[in-house]
T-cell receptor, first 116, second 115 residues
Framework: GDSVTQMEGPVTLSEEAFLTINCTYTATGYPSLFWYVQYPGEGLQLLLKATKADDKGSNKGFEATYRKETTSFHLEKGSVQVSDSAVYFCALRKGAGGTSYGKLTFGQGTILTVHP | DAGVIQSPRHEVTEMGQEVTLRCKPISGHDYLFWYRQTMMRGLELLIYFNNNVPIDDSGMPEDRFSAKMPNASFSTLKIQPSEPRDSAVYFC?????????????FGPGTRLTVL
């Protein structure tokens, strides 16, 4: 079945450091890929998405590129801030058609802590 | 526009009691999802509905759990009887797939503690 694997955390960085959180997936067909962020005490929010190979999603300085050849969707940010401290989830959604359309498969989440 | 609304935000109950969690999805959304989040197991999809019809309930842990969606604007997740291992944060999410949009919008969650 479909699965998403994220790098294990927690990840601890100093402010202005470069961030990479690795995400790889297993799925048939052409899934859409997502990064969600969960701030303390809140629900998940969509951070960025990509719906086809070679697409780059970006938002709030974060970027991720859909690499079908390596089945990856790594999250990057050039300079993190304390306010980026949160849990980050990689997820996939299968393509149109089939009974599981609409369902997201999430990775286990990566805790990011950024220190001043 | 109001987002996904969940109630209550916090629930503390004793083992054996019935617990009902409520969710109001975003108006116009045709998919509704119930998730459970714990430190040990992460984020788990319990069940989801499309146009008020349950599509996949394979994530519901056991018969003590049940979910209903009587109309497009309301869903409940019920646990009867509750057990301490049910303690978790329960999230409801909704999305609108019919127009090709695919973002799930999450509610703030209900933190359930079963003593």
């Amino acid at each position: 079945g479909d699965s998403v694997t994220q790098m294990e955390g927690p990840v601890t960085l100093s402010e202005e450091a470069f961030l990479t959180i690795n995400c790889t997936y297993t799925a048939t067909g052409y899934p859409s890929l997502f990064w969600y962020v969960q701030y303390p005490g809140e629900g998940l929010q969509l951070l960025l998405k990509a719906t086809k190979a070679d697409d780059k999603g970006s938002n709030k300085g974060f970027e991720a590129t859909y690499r079908k050849e390596t089945t990856s969707f790594h999250l990057e940010k050039g300079s993190v801030q304390v306010s980026d401290s949160a849990v980050y989830f990689c997820a996939l959604r299968k393509g149109a058609g089939g009974t599981s359309y609409g369902k997201l498969t999430f990775g286990q989440g990566t805790i990011l802590t950024v220190h001043p | 526009d109001a987002g996904v609304i969940q109630s209550p935000r916090h629930e503390v109950t004793e083992m054996g009691q019935e617990v009902t969690l409520r969710c109001k999805p975003i108006s116009g959304h045709d998919y509704l999802f119930w998730y459970r989040q714990t430190m040990m197991r992460g984020l788990e999809l319990l069940i989801y509905f499309n146009n008020n019809v349950p599509i996949d309930d394979s994530g519901m842990p056991e018969d003590r759990f049940s979910a209903k969606m009587p109309n497009a604007s309301f869903s409940t997740l019920k646990i009867q009887p509750s057990e301490p291992r049910d303690s978790a944060v329960y999230f409801c999410a909704s999305s609108r797939q019919s127009t090709g949009e695919n973002e799930q919008f999450f509610g703030p969650g209900t933190r359930l503690t079963v003593l």
